[in-house]
């Protein structure tokens, strides 16, 4: 049911079309916006609240209550939070570049004078509050896009090469654009949706071309073991690997929703990222795979018979 | 293969993965009675940044300080000698930096910044940024603070002495220079012009290796051989500087600003002119790679006009928060127990060999990310997915390898015909498949940082699963098949003509 459904989509231009449209979206929406880089990644404003060591180890999760409770009270969320061990210890709290902090750090300076004062409840510790705003100088190198995708391509032209010799050259040209589709329809998607971008997500991306290659060849696979005489149709009908697929998208993607699901925000980020890439290469290896397939195969087919003078193949050509 | 002997094998085999795997994930505890702590070796990772946190540190330009530093040195100070304290330094609008007020220093001219000062910093920042970028880490950090101070983030995957010493070299933003004793090289003397320098002299610093060695590789233009040969002579040996008295050394020694990175000794001066020194085993040569850099960049740069003072380096927890490797370890163990159950209930005691499979896998794995390339492989969240990909398409070739003997049943063979004709008829579309992989993994050693990591984490996953498949499972298999009792059982077909009978 699913093989049928699956080569029932053949339409390659139609598919074509529509993630020719996720890209071409998601590079206008990049130009206007501008990468959507994490927190952990781009510009940020941060409170430090610097404690001596003997406090710290004591007594640092009143500090930290303490925090909380000023930065509740003000309404202030911040991203995400890092405690610093070195001679001196910090806790840090990470704010989107637009938080304005002035306000917290007063208010924090003069709860913790209060307590720190001459016979005051932490008499003795050393507390300091100071806000500071860093920009990034590098979010994620270019030069490291730049190898990452020259690695997709190479992974590309390595596949075509080897499923050509192996296979069919035709079968090669499937294997090396499911792979290419994979991690640019991933990319696109990721940008298009706005998600946190982090070097996890360039390893998402690079993973979902894998996850292509791996799909493509499950079906170049099944298409090539069958020796009936049946018509190229037909045999995508029945070679379509969804049972393959399937299989690897629901544990892989079931792992996924379950870290999603208990994981840290950030993890969550990446959990969706990874989910992203993982749907986008079953999508491929799904429906693509076998529409980019078919219209090889029937081209390969009728050069073949042109070669051999085979009279239908030249009333055929006089059709077209 | 006999029954009895098919019986012991698959004991040992288990009580041996047994073992393995409890080496692998058994969690930590405290050994009684002795101060040890058994750790298994999925917690003996280099982890990156992102599940592990890692080191920072701030640096400030020479006469500027953090508010902090201000009001920590204000507070001991009093009367004539606080107000004195309070003119040196001053504050500039957007900035909660101090800066000094010192007209040497050349920082504050009225009530602004000198443009002399912002572009030495603008252009010092960024350099040091590129410094980092070449070291290669998967995660790191540089970052401006509050206008013209700088924090720099290390991920924990660096052992934390390297993580120091390219936290404090690879801001040093000195003039490369070589001097013998106290005499400083002066490259005019070599080379003709009035605009002679330091790189007229030294053509090419790299990492070199000879056997398990690595070393700092120094080549010399001709000028810079013609200075070599003339102080070759004077330099003392290195069998000098192991007897004892280092008073009277005479060393040709490479400074960036004030750190000595390498001491010159006669017998370091090979016969073509190359320079070797600084060797060190070569687990450690990415201690030479920051001294590479840093000369690399003192050579194309000249130097910079200002220098910054290191704060104390300090650790972070991990990026996504303290617990984030326990819970993903418990969605990991989640996934372990369902690829182990549903195997067993899909294709009945094959799926046992799954199961066999499926530990033979992660004891490997896990191991080789753990072991073999210490220091390289660090774990990031891309190398959790690749593991839980590789560990799920093994069990899927199972299961494909499965279909294929039962289609060879259906059609009427014999148990073991079946599983012949089913491994026959899958076996080159694994090797394909794994083939395939295998280049994609290649390809990916071509990406920088985390992409190069995660393509040797790869190919070391895609090994095992080519193994697990193609030899370990189909080995185990014919084991136990052959203990096997009722072999229609042990795979759950039904012939019903045998029902019939």
């Known amino acids: 049911m699913m093989n049928k459904l699956c080569a029932k989509c053949k339409n390659v231009t139609f598919l074509s079309v529509i993630i020719a449209i996720v890209v071409a979206l998601s590079i206008v929406i990049t130009a206007i916006f501008g990468v959507n880089y994490a927190k952990t990644a781009s510009n940020q404003n941060t409170l430090t609240v610097s404690v001596n060591r003997y406090f710290y180890d004591n007594r640092l999760a009143d500090v930290q209550a303490e925090c909380e409770k000023e930065l509740n009270k003000l309404s202030i969320a911040y991203t995400y939070h890092g405690e610093m061990n070195g001679d001196e210890c910090e806790l840090v709290y990470v704010f989107s570049e637009t938080t304005e902090l002035a306000a917290a750090k007063a208010s924090l300076q003069a709860t913790f004078a209060e307590k720190t004062k001459d016979g005051g409840a932490w008499d003795g510790a050393f507390i300091n ?82 996850l292509s290659a791996i799909f493509a060849i499950f079906t170049l696979n099944k298409i090539r073991a069958d020796n009936s005489e049946t018509s190229a149709e037909e045999k995508l009908e029945n070679g379509v690997a969804t049972r393959e697929i399937a299989a690897i998208t629901a544990f892989v993607g079931g792992a996924l929703v379950l870290v999603g699901a208990i994981a840290t925000w950030s993890v969550r ?17 799904l429906l693509f795979v076998p529409a980019v397939y078919l219209p090889l195969r029937k081209r390969e087919d009728k050069a073949a018979a042109n070669k051999s003078g085979y009279v239908g193949a030249e009333s055929q050509k006089t059709q077209d | 293969m006999g029954k009895k002997k098919s019986v012991v094998l698959m004991v040992l085999l288990t009580v041996v993965i047994i073992v393995l795997t409890a080496l692998t994930v058994f969690p930590a505890f405290p050994v009684p009675g002795t101060v040890q702590k058994w750790n298994p070796v999925v917690l003996q990772y280099d982890l990156g940044a992102d599940l592990g946190g890692g080191y920072y540190a701030y640096y400030y330009p020479e006469g500027v300080i953090s508010e902090k530093e201000y009001s920590d040195n204000l507070s001991v100070l009093e009367g004539e000698e606080k107000t004195d304290y309070e003119e040196s330094y001053a504050q500039i609008a957007g900035s909660t930096l101090y800066f000094s007020t010192d007209e040497k220093a050349g920082i504050i001219d009225g009530d602004a910044l000198t443009q002399e000062f912002k572009d030495n910093f603008a252009a010092a920042s960024k350099e040091i940024s ?12 540089v970052a401006v603070v509050e206008g013209y101070a700088l924090r720099v983030e290390l991920p924990a995957s660096e052992a934390s002495d390297k993580a120091s010493a390219a936290l404090s070299l690879l801001v040093n933003t000195g003039e490369l220079t070589l001097s013998k004793g106290s005499e400083t090289i002066s490259p005019a003397d070599y080379v003709d012009g009035e605009n002679a320098s330091i790189s007229d002299l030294i053509a090419n610093v790299s990492v ?51 750190e000595k990175l390498a001491q010159i000794f006669s017998d370091n001066v ?56 326990t819970l993903l370890y418990i969605a990991l163990g989640v996934v372990l127990v369902a690829v182990l159950v549903l195997p067993v209930l899909k294709m009945g005691r094959y799926g046992i060999v799954s199961g066999y499979g499926t530990l033979s896998y992660l004891i490997v794995t896990a191991m080789c990310f753990a072991f073999i390339t210490s220091g390289t492989l660090e774990i990031t969240l891309g190398s959790v997915l690749v593991f839980l990909a590789g560990l799920v398409l093994v069990n899927v070739v199972q299961y494909h390898i499965y279909n294929a003997v039962k289609t060879e049943f259906d059609l009427g063979k014999t148990v073991e015909s079946s599983v012949k004709g089913g491994y026959k008829k899958t076996l080159w579309g694994v090797i394909d498949l794994y083939a395939v992989l295998t280049l994609g993994a290649l390809a990916l050693l071509i990406g920088g940082a985390g992409v190069h990591t995660l393509g040797l984490q790869m190919l070391i996953c895609v090994v095992t699963g080519a193994f697990v498949n193609l030899l370990w499972a189909r080995a185990i298999n014919f084991t136990y098949l052959s203990a096997s009792k009722n072999k229609y059982k042990y795979f759950r077909f039904v012939r019903e003509d045998d029902d019939d009978e």
């Open chain 1, 129 to 210: 509050v100071s806000t500071a705003k860093e920009q990034a100088l590098v979010n994620i190198p270019a030069a490291q896009f730049v190898k990452a995708a020259v690695a997709v391509a190479v992974f590309a032209v390595l596949a075509f090469i080897y499923v050509a010799l192996r296979y069919r050259l035709y079968m090669g040209v499937t294997a090396s654009v499911a792979i290419l589709t994979g991690a640019i329809f991933t990319a696109a998607v990721i940008l298009l949706a706005r998600i946190p971008f982090t070097s996890a997500c360039l390893y998402a991306i690079v993973i979902s071309a894998v």
């Open chain 1, 269 to 285: 980020w990446f959990a969706i990222t990874a989910l992203i890439g993982l749907l986008s290469a079953s999508l491929i290896g």
């Open chain 2, 130 to 141: 590129a410094r980092f970028e070449k070291k290669g880490y998967s995660d790191y950090r």
């Open chain 2, 208 to 258: 070199g290796s000879y056997y398990k060695t690595a070393y700092l590789k120094i080549e010399w233009t001709s000028a810079g051989k013609a200075m070599i040969d003339e102080v070759k002579g004077t330099l003392s040996a290195t069998s000098d500087a192991n007897s004892g008295d280092t008073s009277s050394l005479t060393t040709l020694d490479v400074l960036v600003g004030e």
């Open chain 2, 270 to 325: 090979m016969d073509s002119g190359e320079v070797r020194v600084n060797p060190v085993d070569g687990h450690n040569s990415d201690y030479l790679k920051t001294f590479e850099i840093l000369i690399d960049s003192a050579l194309a740069t000249g130097g910079f006009e200002i220098t910054f003072e290191a704060d104390a380096v300090r650790s972070f927890e991990p990026v996504y928060g303290k617990n984030v490797l």
